[in-house]
Nanobody
Framework: QVQLVESGGGLVQPGGSLRLSCVAS????????MGWYRQAPGKQRELVAI???????NYGDSVRGRFTISRDNAKNTVSLQMNSLKPEDTAVYYC????????WGQGTQVTVSS
């Protein structure tokens, strides 16, 4: 049974940093894309960052230059370093593995507020 477990969310002031982590279990995901999405209240879920099996990355326009995605295939983990956080980054962040189907974590809340 595939399971994705996120950690690292919380409350941070504008300009601060957070690091999200996701551990995937139940299979090996080294040949699949892994990434992060987010959903703010009243908005659609959107791509934050994605890491492909060959090591390339892609970011949403609103986070490019501030967020960095990384993965460790040996540990089946994907992380998201978020710097220079803004109030508009407030959302529930979801870990995703795009395998034979899409797998999702339960989500972790990130709140950016003073």
């Amino acid at each position: 049974q595939v399971q994705l477990v996120e950690s690292g969310g919380g409350l941070v002031q504008p300009g601060g940093s957070l690091r999200l982590s996701c551990v995937a279990s139940g299979s090996s995901f080294s040949i699949y894309a892994m990434g992060w999405y987010r959903q703010a209240p009243g908005k659609q879920r959107e791509l934050v960052a994605i890491s492909t099996p060959v090591g390339s990355t892609n970011y949403g326009d609103s986070v490019r230059g501030r967020f960095t995605i990384s993965r460790d295939n040996a540990k089946n983990t994907v992380s998201l370093q978020m710097n220079s956080l803004k109030p508009e980054d407030t959302a529930v962040y979801y870990c995703n593995v795009h395998a034979w189907t899409d797998f999702w974590g339960q989500g972790t809340q990130v709140t950016v507020s003073s």
